[in-house]
């Protein structure tokens, strides 16, 4: 299960790559477009890539210790407390973005039930981008829940490993 998990957390993360290396290509193209005197609109798919790339690079950035978290607390806190303090943070952190990620999946799917198209040139479906959102936003609650189950069993919870190098020291 491990292995499972560590490789849905790398996988997110290089699909979230994969979207940021898409906008660099749609402002290529746009820009080559215009050195040869045609019109590309990059914008729209642009800011579609953006969203996918945040939410599904959301996962991966907690797993390796990126995100803001509570440690300027925690790390004033020892033993129970501090257990406390993380697993009640993780839970929390869980409930809410599955709150939202259910609500994202819903959204999507009333998307695509009611055909909805983006207003742009490309006439993108709506559902394709939010779906990317929904993604990232299920694998970030399942992240969450795997470090609230590492902390509760007095395992190192995965964004661990890398607080050294977030504090700086």
Sequence with gaps: MRTFLNGLYKASGLAAACFLAAIALAVVVQVA???????????EISGFF????????????FREGGHIRI????????????????????????????????????FAYESHEF??????????????????????????TVALLDAAWQVAHGRKAGYEHNEDAVLGE
């Design 115 to 140: 055909n909805d198209i983006s207003p742009g040139v490309l006439a993108i479906p709506f559902w394709i981008p939010q779906a990317g959102m929904a993604a990232g936003l299920l694998i970030l």
């Design 33 to 43: 477009g215009r050195v040869w005197g045609m019109t590309v609109d990059s914008t």
């Design 71 to 106: 440690e300027l607390l925690a790390s004033r806190l020892e033993g129970a407390a501090r257990k406390a303090l993380e697993l009640w943070s993780c839970l929390v952190g869980a409930a809410l973005t599955g709150y939202v990620s259910v609500y994202a999946v819903i």
């Design 50 to 61: 953006m969203a996918a790339s945040t939410f599904l690079g959301l996962a991966y950035t």
